[in-house]
Nanobody, 124 residues
């Protein structure tokens, strides 16, 4: 089994920044899988944010978030990161990380392990 634990969420004012982490443990081949970030706002469906390939050389972003959000990974630490800048109240959501054996994709069906999520709240 693979465990994914997100951290770094919290409450921040609009315009602020947060850095989320996704740490993998257990029987993981973290360095050989795609990692994705998704988010679910209150009353809305979970949506794709960004994904990064196993080597970190390919990323897929939602166009609307490109330029504000940056994803990276450190395979030596089995950890992926999501740097979020210029946060807006609309970014308020629970953020989840997940892993996939596929090339970076927004399709949630391609991700087989998921974390429990971390809450991000952006106040105006």
């Amino acid at each position: 089994q693979v465990q994914l634990v997100e951290s770094g969420g919290g409450m921040v004012q609009a315009g602020g920044s947060l850095r989320l982490s996704c740490a993998a443990s257990g029987r993981t081949t973290f360095s050989s899988v795609t990692v994705g970030w998704f988010r679910q706002a209150p009353g809305k469906e979970r949506e794709f944010v960004v994904a990064i390939s196993w080597r970190g050389d390919t990323t897929a972003y939602v166009d609307s978030l490109k330029g504000r959000f940056t994803m990276s990974r450190d395979n030596a630490k089995n950890t992926a990161y999501l740097q979020m800048n210029s946060l807006k109240p609309d970014d308020t959501a629970v953020y989840y990380c997940a892993t996939s054996k596929s090339f970076p994709t927004p399709s949630q069906a391609a991700y087989n392990y998921w974390g429990q999520g971390t809450q991000v709240t952006v106040s105006s």
